[in-house]
């Protein structure tokens, strides 16, 4: 269950009713960062781990998986620590423990590292240029800051999240050369219109056996076919313009069209095969779903009953062959 949208489309009262559903619908992971909601503000920084809190306090702990993160270095966002939130020492402490606190809970099942300390291409950005490179938090630095909280009994294991495969290895070379804590997860974005992670990343995160923790696996709320005929008011791109660049390429559109065809053939919502799409992937360990609406959270649970045949795999990828990666 990903929760982004608390404190800024959802109210407190939604999300105790959409993570009371999905518990009661066999939900058990649930997954929020110290940034959120989305889009980051200062206002509201903070509220969805409290709003978590205030709810995950009434609740069976220990028949939870609570993962959190941990923001990267960015120009952007100076009210989360200040100017330097790197992955170093100071950092890593007070971004745990305030999550802790406004989680309201003794440890964090899974802590993932928002996005890289170093330099690296995000969220749709180009390709990988050096001259953007910057001084970084060592590696084996940050894993050692870890494995002092995973001691402390803090936080229980490690996760990357936006991260490429040179740094899944990485990390997993670090780890295992100095006995540190491996990273068991991934959380990247992957979906019908963004399948780079077949590419590099699958082969990176087989053979170190992390993995994948899909999020925006319907692209921004595109492939339920919502925005075909416009922008529907209330929702993201009306609400938040511009904050969907990642998704506003060339032969989106097209693509989106051509799924919304084949879910429509199989008497499917496009929800539906979108989620099924993802969940089907060798190498997903969960698909995050988030939703605005109850109608929605009904929905995308739905998908977990769909399984997609040979046929209907053959007819995605025949789109995809067509208009590979619209949105990387």
């Known amino acids: ?6 404190g800024q489309q959802n109210t407190i009262d939604d999300a105790r009713e959409q993570l009371d559903y999905a518990i009661s619908q066999g939900v058990n992971f649930i997954d929020t960062a110290e940034m959120y909601p989305v889009p980051g503000r200062a206002e509201t ?4 781990e409290e709003y ?20 990267g270095p960015t120009s952007r966002m100076s009210w989360i620590r200040g100017e330097n939130h790197r992955i170093d020492r100071p950092n890593i402490e007070q971004a745990l ?13 899974l802590y993932q590292i928002h996005w890289p300390d170093r330099y690296v291409p995000l969220f749709g950005a180009p390709d990988y240029d050096p001259k953007h490179e910057r001084d970084t938090v060592p590696i084996a630095e940050q894993l050692e800051v870890f494995a002092d909280f995973i001691k402390a009994g803090k936080i229980r294991y490690l996760g990357l999240s936006n991260e490429t495969p040179w740094g899944v290895c990485e990390f997993s070379h670090v780890a295992k050369h100095l006995g540190l804590p491996k990273v068991v997860s991934i959380q990247n974005a992957y979906s019908l219109v963004n399948r780079i992670f077949d590419i590099h990343l699958a082969e990176a995160c087989r053979f170190n056996q992390v993995g994948l923790l899909a999020y925006s696996p319907l692209a921004f709320g595109l492939l339920t076919g919502k925005y075909l005929n ?10 938040f313009q511009g904050f969907g660049g990642r998704y506003e390429k060339f032969n989106l559109t097209e693509a989106v069209k051509e799924y919304v065809n084949i879910a429509h053939k199989h008497n499917l919502t496009p929800a539906q095969l979108a989620l099924a799409f993802v969940r089907s992937r060798w190498f997903v360990t969960s698909t995050i779903i988030g939703a605005t609406t109850m109608e929605q959270l009904k929905e995308n649970l739905s998908a977990a009953e769909v399984t997609l045949d040979q046929d209907i795999l053959a007819e995605i990828n025949a789109v995809h062959a067509r208009y590979p990666n619209p949105t990387p």
């Open 45 to 48: 920084q903070g509220k969805t």
């Open 97 to 109: 423990e305030d999550s802790l606190k406004r989680l309201r809970t003794d440890y964090i099942d």
């Open 52 to 71: 978590i809190g205030e709810w995950l306090v009434k609740q069976q702990r220990d028949q939870l998986i609570v993962a959190t993160k941990i923001a």
């Open 230 to 239: 416009g922008i529907p008011e209330k929702s993201r791109l009306a609400l």
């Open 1 to 6: 269950m990903g929760t982004m949208t608390y």
